[in-house]
C-alpha cells in the first residue's frame, strides 16, 4: 500500500500510508495534539509522554503481524491519526485493534476511514478479527467498530469493556453496507 489521499467528510484531505521508522517525529508531535481526556480514553491510564521504547513500538512494524496507518493533514504533512492491530500470538486470526485521532480532527470521519483501510490490511495478512479494550463511555470508538459488523462486547469492569467483532470477508463492499443498513430497517430491500 502506497500513500492515498483521502477526502473527509468536512472537505478536509489527508494522506494515509504506512507508518514508517521515519515516522518518529510525526509522533511526537501528534502526541502534543492529544488531549488529557484522548490519551486517557486511548492508553485507558495516564500517559505524560512517549518513551524512545514507545516510539519504536508504535513506528518499527513488520507490517503482517504488526501493522499501522497513519494519516497526515495534506496541507501541513502534520501527524493526525493512526490506526493499528497487533496480531495476538496465541491466537493468529485475531489482532488487538485500536485508533487514534488528534482532538482536532476528531469528528470528520478520519477514524472510520483509518480503520476500514486498516481492515482491508488485516485480512490480506489472514487475521479474521478484532479485538479491543476501552471504556464503556468511548461511544465514539464503539461506533467505529460496529460499522465493521456485530459486536460482541463483555464488561471487565471498572468501566472498562472488551468488544470483538469479525471482520468482512470484503470491507470496502456495498452489498456489505446495504444488508446491513437493511437489516437495521434502515432501508428496504425490493422484492
Given at each position: 500500500?502506497?500513500?492515498?489521499?483521502?477526502?473527509?467528510?468536512?472537505?478536509?484531505?489527508?494522506?494515509?500510508?504506512?507508518?514508517?521508522?521515519?515516522?518518529?517525529?510525526?509522533?511526537?508531535?501528534?502526541?502534543?495534539?492529544?488531549?488529557?481526556?484522548?490519551?486517557?480514553?486511548?492508553?485507558?491510564?495516564?500517559?505524560?509522554?512517549?518513551?524512545?521504547?514507545?516510539?519504536?513500538?508504535?513506528?518499527?512494524?513488520?507490517?503482517?503481524?504488526?501493522?499501522?496507518?497513519?494519516?497526515?493533514?495534506?496541507?501541513t504533512g502534520e501527524g493526525v491519526g493512526v490506526a493499528r492491530y497487533v496480531r495476538l500470538p496465541d491466537h493468529p486470526t485475531v489482532a488487538e485493534a485500536a485508533v487514534a485521532v488528534v482532538d482536532a480532527w476528531q469528528r470528520r470521519?478520519?477514524?472510520?476511514?483509518?480503520?476500514?483501510?486498516?481492515?482491508?490490511?488485516?485480512?490480506?495478512?489472514?487475521?479474521?478479527?478484532?479485538?479491543?479494550?476501552?471504556?464503556?463511555?468511548?461511544?465514539?470508538?464503539?461506533?467505529?467498530?460496529?460499522?465493521?459488523?456485530?459486536?460482541?462486547?463483555?464488561?471487565?469492569?471498572?468501566?472498562?469493556?472488551?468488544?470483538?467483532?469479525?471482520?468482512?470477508?470484503?470491507?470496502?463492499?456495498?452489498?456489505?453496507?446495504?444488508?446491513?443498513?437493511?437489516?437495521?430497517?434502515?432501508?428496504?430491500?425490493?422484492?
Open positions: 500500500m502506497g500513500q492515498e489521499e483521502v477526502t473527509l467528510r468536512d472537505g478536509s484531505a489527508v494522506l494515509i500510508r504506512p507508518v514508517q521508522p521515519e515516522d518518529k517525529a510525526l509522533f511526537v508531535a501528534g502526541w502534543e495534539q492529544f488531549g488529557e481526556e484522548s490519551r486517557y480514553r486511548r492508553f485507558m491510564g495516564a500517559k505524560g509522554s512517549l518513551s524512545a521504547g514507545d516510539l519504536e513500538y508504535l513506528t518499527e512494524l513488520d507490517h503482517v503481524n504488526h501493522e499501522a496507518l497513519g494519516a497526515r493533514d495534506a496541507e470521519g478520519l477514524g472510520g476511514e483509518l480503520l476500514g483501510r486498516l481492515t482491508v490490511r488485516a485480512r490480506a495478512n489472514g487475521v479474521e478479527r478484532f479485538h479491543a479494550s476501552l471504556f464503556a463511555v468511548n461511544r465514539s470508538m464503539l461506533a467505529l467498530f460496529e460499522e465493521l459488523g456485530e459486536l460482541e462486547v463483555r464488561n471487565v469492569g471498572e468501566g472498562r469493556i472488551e468488544i470483538d467483532v469479525e471482520l468482512p470477508c470484503e470491507p470496502d463492499s456495498g452489498l456489505i453496507a446495504a444488508l446491513r443498513a437493511a437489516a437495521k430497517g434502515l432501508v428496504r430491500l425490493r422484492p
